[in-house]
């Protein structure tokens, strides 16, 4: 099996997904087994500086730091669990040391499976307002739409405030669902949890649209190309 690199920005959303494919490799590796796991975490305090300076090659080589170290240590590819990273794509292939899965591709991927062809995105400031969803999806035919002002700003705040913190209110879920009706009339007919901490607030089951997962997407797509032949 491959080992796999996790580039950690928020602890909430990297334990999800390495907890994901421990857990999902149970029917698919067996019992007590999953494929090797190296994870490195540069705490988030210093992403943020150069997001908010959207300063994406600064990004990317807080990335790079830890992809060097992830292919010092053994991983054959790496995957990042947190969306708005995904902004540096561009300086981080110029120089990673290993191969990477990209995380709106994949989310891509399954929309496309499940026959979606217009999903609202839910996530930070930076995802919502950026490119990454809109060409990802784009390149796949499906048409990407953000929340109106009053939910953009909310959505974002409660990741800040509450999310990164394993913070899960009931009165910010239901926000969300709110936000997501908001999305739905306005003709999305699936949601992108576009953020690592969403899953944990907002239940699939309770949503009013169909949920696309980015966190656990990401987590299956690393678990099955570890264990591809």
Same mark, same amino acid.
């Given at each position: 099996?491959?080992?796999?690199?996790?580039?950690?920005?928020?602890?909430?959303?990297?334990?999800?997904?390495?907890?994901?494919?421990?857990?999902?490799?149970?029917?698919?590796?067996?019992?007590?087994?999953?494929?090797?796991?190296?994870?490195?975490?540069?705490?988030?305090?210093?992403?943020?500086?150069?997001?908010?300076?959207?300063?994406?090659?600064?990004?990317?080589?807080?990335?790079?730091?830890?992809? !060097?170290? $992830? @292919?010092?240590? *053994?991983? =054959?590819?790496?995957?990042?669990?947190?969306?708005?990273?995904? &902004?540096?794509?561009? /300086?981080?292939?110029?120089?990673?040391?290993?191969?990477?899965?990209?995380?709106?591709?994949?989310?891509?991927?399954?929309?496309?499976?499940?026959?979606?062809?217009?999903?609202?995105?839910?996530?930070?400031?930076?995802?919502?307002?950026?490119?990454?969803?809109?060409?990802a999806l784009g390149r796949l035919g499906i048409a990407t739409l953000v929340p109106e002002a009053d939910?953009?700003?909310?959505?974002?705040?409660?990741?800040?405030?509450?999310?990164?913190?394993?913070?899960?209110?009931?009165?910010?879920?239901?926000?969300?669902?709110?936000?997501? !009706?908001? $999305? @739905?009339?306005? *003709?999305? =007919?699936?949601?992108?949890?576009?953020?690592?901490?969403?899953? &944990?607030?907002?239940? /699939?089951?309770?949503?009013?649209?169909?949920?696309?997962?980015?966190?656990?997407?990401?987590?299956?797509?690393?678990?099955?190309?570890?264990?591809?032949?």
């Amino acid at each position: 099996m491959k080992h796999i690199g996790i580039v950690a920005c928020s602890a909430e959303g990297a334990a999800l997904c390495y907890q994901t494919i421990c857990r999902e490799a149970l029917a698919t590796v067996g019992k007590n087994d999953h494929p090797r796991i190296t994870l490195d975490s540069i705490a988030m305090a210093g992403w943020i500086p150069a997001f908010d300076a959207r300063d994406y090659a600064g990004v990317a080589r807080i990335m790079l730091d830890s992809a !060097r170290l $992830l @292919a010092r240590a *053994g991983a =054959d590819f790496a995957i990042c669990p947190d969306n708005s990273a995904h &902004l540096a794509w561009e /300086p981080l292939q110029a120089e990673t040391p290993i191969p990477w899965l990209h995380i709106a591709t994949v989310l891509g991927e399954e929309a496309v499976r499940r026959g979606f062809r217009r999903v609202g995105v839910l996530g930070t400031r930076y995802t919502m307002g950026g490119p990454v969803y809109a060409q990802a999806l784009g390149r796949l035919g499906i048409a990407t739409l953000v929340p109106e002002a009053d939910d953009f700003a909310m959505v974002d705040r409660v990741i800040f405030a509450e999310l990164v913190d394993g913070v899960f209110s009931d009165a910010s879920r239901q926000a969300y669902y709110a936000a997501i !009706r908001r $999305l @739905a009339e306005r *003709g999305c =007919d699936a949601v992108a949890l576009a953020c690592t901490e969403i899953p &944990l607030l907002v239940r /699939p089951e309770e949503s009013p649209l169909p949920t696309l997962d980015s966190t656990r997407l990401l987590a299956r797509a690393a678990l099955a190309e570890a264990t591809r032949p």
